[in-house]
């Protein structure tokens, strides 16, 4: 192990003890859950067909209402992915003509379709929903603009994305969403708030829900997975906008009552079990990884007060980028012998490089990194489910760039 790292390492004590203050807090948050709702042997069991009176997929719902403080949760493994229960939840909230407000400026590639940005004869646009955006000032929210957009106009849904997806901003803490979400309810109480949750859940001691959200969304192969669950989503919130997600998801007259769990309940409870554990480890190693890269002279962000579990590093250099990505994907449990190359993906504009050699297709929770190949050529990297597995990637990366 290279020495330098190890003095890093050393002096990162304070910032590991914060993190594992915070692991400590949501391991019991979760724990209290799992007794209060009386998870058993038989939780695990599941359901075919319709799914109907399945019993492990309740006791699951209840756990994640419980852990978030929520009327409802919908948790379930016909959601494909984040995106899909992002998707899902906005056709389920909006309406033709409803007004669709994002405030932490434009969303992750992936929605564009979805709302419209890119056209799409699918898209919420292509439904007469309208779009618009408030940009991020300083790395926060515009306090004044929103205020000001929500006077003259009927905002129904407002998304906020927490995490920073391929931008160049910094992701947004729990205290800047409580503070902006207060804002909103002052001036427009009605206003439905959105909270895109990925990559952030566990990593402070509240959850935007406990903030004021009405409604937040998050995937279950990234941090609540644990590296566990095989697939899915959730959604939690007020019940009576869950049941409109329910019917989306599904169909209207049986939404939340169907929805086989085809054997996902143990692997969905075990890890939401682990999940503090893991976003722990992933924590430790981002903020590993961040220090080690900054003291050889690069862009970091972000070193501490972190709002989720993405480190980004800009390389300024396309090479950079495809190495760094082939020395994850070498420290990778599964198909370490593959090359990452930036390829054309569904949902992107431009050519993405991504490195993820996991147990499960696209867990970025595992231990990843990926970026898309345009200036200013930053790798964002996720992960590791064990700290040590993290380190030795680190190792890897330092050496190699420490000459560059």
């Known amino acids: 192990m290279n020495s330098e790292l190890l003095k890093i390492e050393a002096g990162l004590k304070d910032e590991f003890q914060k993190i594992d203050e915070i692991a400590l807090i949501n391991s019991k948050k979760v724990l209290d859950a799992f007794h209060e709702c009386g998870v058993c042997e038989t939780s695990f069991i599941g359901t075919t067909g319709y799914g109907y009176n399945d019993l492990g997929r309740e006791v699951?719902?209840?756990?994640?209402?419980?852990?978030?403080?929520?009327?409802?949760?919908?948790?379930?493994?016909?959601?494909?992915?984040?995106?899909?229960?992002?998707?899902?939840t906005l056709f389920a909230l909006l309406r033709p003509h409803d007004l669709l407000l994002s405030i932490s400026g434009t969303p992750y590639d992936t929605l564009h379709e979805v709302i419209g940005i890119r056209n799409n004869p699918s898209s919420l646009k292509s439904y007469l929903v309208d779009y618009d955006e408030i940009d991020l000032v300083d790395n926060d929210f515009n306090d004044e603009a929103i205020k000001a957009y929500l006077l003259h106009h009927k905002v129904k849904v407002i998304e906020i994305q927490r995490s920073c997806g391929y931008s160049t901003r910094e992701s947004l803490t729990i205290e800047k969403v409580a503070r902006v979400i207060k804002?909103?309810?002052?001036?427009?109480?009605?206003?439905?708030?959105?909270?895109?949750?990925?990559?952030?859940?566990?990593?402070?001691?509240?959850?935007?829900?406990?903030?004021?959200?009405?409604?937040?969304?998050?995937?279950?192969?990234?941090?609540?997975?644990?590296?566990?669950?095989?697939?899915?989503?959730?959604?939690?919130?007020?019940?009576?906008?869950i049941d409109l997600v329910a019917e989306s998801l599904n169909s209207p007259g049986e939404g939340y009552d169907v929805g086989p769990t085809l054997g996902a309940n143990k692997s969905i409870l075990?890890?939401?079990?682990?999940a503090p554990n893991v976003v722990k480890n992933a924590l430790k190693v981002g903020t590993l990884l961040a220090h080690a890269f900054k003291s050889l002279g690069y862009e970091v962000t972000p070193l501490s007060n972190r709002a989720d579990?993405?480190?980004?590093?800009?390389?300024?250099?396309?090479?950079?980028?495809?190495?760094?990505?082939?020395?994850?994907?070498?420290?990778?449990?599964?198909?370490?012998?593959?090359?990452?190359?930036?390829?054309?993906?569904?949902?992107?504009?431009?050519?993405?490089?991504?490195?993820?050699?996991?147990?499960?297709?696209?867990?970025?929770?595992?231990?990843?990194?990926?970026?898309?190949?345009?200036?200013?050529y930053i790798v964002y990297f996720q992960g590791s489910l064990t700290y040590d597995y993290g380190k030795i990637c680190i190792n890897d990366l330092y050496e190699e760039f420490k000459n560059d």
């Open 60 to 88: 699951i719902e209840n756990v994640y209402k419980t852990i978030f403080h929520t009327e409802k949760a919908l948790v379930r493994n016909q959601f494909i992915s984040g995106t899909h229960a992002l998707s899902k």
């Open 183 to 241: 804002l909103i309810k002052e001036v427009s109480p009605e206003t439905i708030v959105m909270v895109d949750n990925c990559y952030c859940e566990l990593v402070s001691d509240k959850e935007p829900s406990d903030v004021g959200a009405d409604i937040v969304v998050g995937s279950l192969i990234k941090n609540l997975g644990a590296g566990i669950c095989s697939n899915g989503a959730y959604v939690v919130g007020k019940a009576s906008l």
């Open 270 to 274: 075990q890890g939401i079990y682990l």
């Open 309 to 376: 579990i993405v480190t980004k590093i800009t390389l300024n250099d396309p090479d950079k980028v495809v190495k760094f990505c082939e020395i994850v994907q070498k420290n990778s449990a599964v198909d370490a012998n593959v090359a990452p190359i930036p390829a054309p993906m569904p949902g992107y504009d431009d050519l993405v490089v991504m490195a993820s050699g996991s147990f499960t297709q696209g867990s970025s929770i595992e231990i990843s990194c990926d970026g898309p190949l345009r200036s200013p």
